[in-house]
């Protein structure tokens, strides 16, 4: 098991822990602050911006699940997505 320094705890996230784990709560440190975007994704960033606007335009009739599938969907095809191991997303017009 992992420690956090004392000078990090601010970082650390505390979190329940999946049951088959030997203890009740996790903690481990938190990869970005809250609210901002990596330096490495900040290329994404208007892309999917964009996309989710479109997206949320053409699903507004739907409601609950239905909406998170065809918004989930939607996105991954304005961005190209084919699935996991993508290495790069493809830039999209509008």
Not at 8 to 30: C, F, G, H, M, T
Not at 69 to 80: I, K, P, Q
Request: glycine share 10%.
């Amino acid at each position: 098991m992992a420690g956090i320094p004392l000078n990090e705890l601010n970082n650390a996230i505390a979190y329940k822990s999946v049951p088959w784990a030997k203890d009740q709560i996790s903690i481990k440190r938190a990869s970005f602050p809250k609210g901002k975007v990596p330096e490495h994704l900040r290329g994404y960033t208007d892309d999917l911006a964009r996309a989710a606007r479109a997206c949320a335009r053409e699903t507004e009739g739907l409601r609950g699940s239905d909406r998170v599938r065809a918004m989930n969907a939607c996105v991954s095809n304005r961005l190209g997505g084919r699935g996991r191991g993508q290495r790069q997303l493809p830039r999209i017009a509008e």
